[in-house]
């Protein structure tokens, strides 16, 4: 009856004001609908899906960090802290990254990233367009192979080594510049809408990483995250 009502003084106001108090009188109704919407398919989610242990031991982080150049800030400490919870959680995580253009979320995703291979399980970041592709795997290219992590990329125009059924190809054991040994059957893969190709497979993905993923449909961030069972999600987004 108080929809109705509503309804009714929308379409057939006393004063204006009245017109107003509808709107959002039916506002509210369509913002419960959603939330509703919501929680059910988050409970579900969680009723199936079980989280991959990805929270990582620090072996690969404390050099990476020792290594990059600054220190980093109390913000982004505080996320990695939520972040590495999240990654041991009973639950694959689905976590909202959010900060200013250089407030330094690609070096959160970063060790976001470490920590998931430090716990055996690969790494896929997809970006926008090919040049934003290409910079972010020079930067975890310089950051990250020191380290022994092997890195590739996967653009429309451009692949890195892989086998013939395109399959990601891990380099297993072979040595790094500093002689650190490569982390074997884990990887990071960055790339662009090329990460979505049919066939195209990351084995034991346990990260989703998504750069500016307002640029990046529902369906297509859905479609990388089926690349593996159930891995953890770390979406990007500069504030608007």
Request: charge should be positive; aromatic fraction near 6%.
């Amino acid at each position: 009856p108080e929809r109705a009502n509503a309804v009714h003084m929308l379409h057939f106001p006393n004063e204006m004001e009245d017109a107003e108090l509808a709107r959002r009188r039916l506002a509210l109704d369509e913002f419960i609908e959603l939330q509703r919407g919501v929680i059910a398919r988050r409970r579900k989610f969680e009723a199936q899906a079980s989280g991959l242990p990805c929270g990582g031991g620090n072996h690969l982080i404390k050099p990476f960090l020792a290594r990059l150049g600054f220190k980093l800030t109390d913000a982004q400490t505080r996320v990695l802290r939520e972040v590495r919870e999240d990654l041991r959680g009973a639950h694959p995580m689905r976590r909202l990254l959010q900060g200013d253009v250089g407030s330094g979320k690609t070096a959160v995703a970063a060790c976001a990233a470490l920590m998931t291979l430090e716990s055996g399980f690969s790494v896929a970041l997809m970006a926008p367009t090919e040049i934003l592709a290409e910079q972010h795997f020079q930067n975890f290219k310089r950051w990250l192979e020191p380290l022994g992590v092997d890195v590739q990329l996967r653009t429309g125009n451009f692949k890195t080594s892989e086998d013939a059924l395109g399959v990601a190809v891990s380099t297993g054991t072979r040595a790094a510049e500093n002689g650190t040994r490569k982390t074997e059957h884990a990887s990071l893969t960055i790339g662009t809408h090329a990460l979505l190709t049919s066939g195209f497979d990351i084995p034991n993905l346990g990260l989703v990483i998504v750069d500016e993923q307002h640029k990046f449909g529902t369906a297509q961030r859905e479609a990388l995250v089926r690349k593996g069972r159930y891995p953890h999600l770390l979406v990007m987004t500069a504030t608007p």
